[in-house]
């Protein structure tokens, strides 16, 4: 597996990484079982850059990772981890706590859940409008000069915020959503992060998996699913975006690969500061997507897509209305 660095503090990747949230949170059931299938695989891949947070499951997920950990070297496995909420008694989220102190309890949480004593590279999940990201940004140096702690992150900021927490102490990583059909990040965000350095994780890179041309209808998702309350996915919305998939399909097909593969392909031609994290729950589908990065596809492919891109509007917000206030978009 290639590898790329995110940052000019020293963090080397590998070029794509596994997006672990659906396992545990948000797409329905969760098999452990298959899950830990597809964890251990992905280090055969050579795919080492696991992502999670203290919110999938809330918590699960950081313990299935430290499962998948046991038995191997620690330092084959690149774990980025998010703190950001204060959880209730049953896992309910009651809000947003990114105060010193509590990062330095909530820390300790993640360590002990994954079963290490130091996380690889350690987000802000979202900001708190009611701390200083200098404060917030500061307790994470704090972690890093304990050991704790290698590298800082943060995710769905934007351009201001990013200065004044790199002003603070140097980010490695900015994490958004990122993909054929979600493009906010390239007008400000990533000119920002170049300026300064700075890499750019990208999740959802297919698009909650509409771009892979596996859902056909909301009837493929279970009642459970979170996408059933996703704004793209809903009626109409839902038949408008399949046109943009249906672009993506056709070139799949000519170019014997998969639409996942070619939404995949695209993101990481944009940059090689840019670190794709697409998700699964199966080892299948794994293996397809760590063979994005093979493709080898003449200018035209790029040429076409990117014109469809130009002239293809995405209908529906990215997340619910409730969950959009929670994206930082200061300039």
């Known amino acids: 597996m290639q590898k790329r660095t995110l940052g000019r503090q020293g963090l ?28 251990h695989r992905s280090l055969d891949l050579g795919i080492n850059f696991w992502d999670t947070a203290e919110m999938y499951g809330p ?41 010193p102190a509590h990062i330095k309890r909530t820390i300790n949480g993640s360590l002990t859940r994954l079963g290490t004593d130091y996380i690889d590279l350690y987000y802000q999940h979202r900001l708190d409008p009611n701390i200083p990201i200098e404060d917030t940004v500061g307790a994470m140096a704090d972690l890093v000069r304990e050991g704790k702690v ?32 979600e493009r906010g990040v390239e007008d400000e965000v990533l000119p920002t992060l170049r300026e300064l350095g700075i890499g750019f ?31 793209r996915f809903q009626a109409e919305n839902f038949q408008h975006n399949m046109a943009l998939v249906a672009t993506v399909k056709e070139i799949a097909v000519a170019n014997k690969a998969t639409p996942g593969q070619i939404a995949l392909a695209w993101l ?21 997507n760590a063979r994005a990065l093979d493709l080898q596809l003449p200018p035209s492919v790029w040429t076409e897509l990117d014109s469809t891109l130009a002239s293809f509007t995405v209908a ?12 930082d978009t200061s300039r």
Request: aromatic residues 10%; neutral net charge.
């Open 12 to 39: 080397e990747v590998s070029a794509t990484g596994l997006g672990c949230m659906g396992m545990s949170f948000a797409y329905g059931s969760a098999d452990d079982v298959e899950s830990m299938k597809v964890l």
């Open 59 to 99: 918590f699960k997920n950081e313990e299935l990772l430290g499962r998948a950990l046991k038995g191997k070297k620690r330092e084959e496995v690149i774990i980025a981890t998010k703190f950001a909420w204060r959880f209730g008694e049953k896992g309910e989220i009651l809000g947003l706590d990114s105060s």
């Open 150 to 181: 290698r590298y800082i992150g943060l995710s769905e900021v934007g351009p201001a915020t990013i200065r004044r927490a790199h002003a603070e102490h140097p980010i490695s990583a900015v994490q958004s959503e990122y993909s054929l059909w």
């Open 201 to 231: 994780v990208a999740y959802s890179p297919l698009g909650r998996g509409f771009l892979t041309g596996r859902i056909k209808s909301m009837e493929d998702l279970e009642s459970s699913d979170w996408r059933r309350n996703n704004p």
């Open 268 to 288: 990481l031609r944009q940059g090689l500061d840019i670190v794709p994290i697409p998700g699964t729950k199966h080892v299948n589908y794994l293996e397809e």
């Open 316 to 327: 529906g917000m990215r997340y619910p209305e409730a969950a959009m206030r929670f994206i």
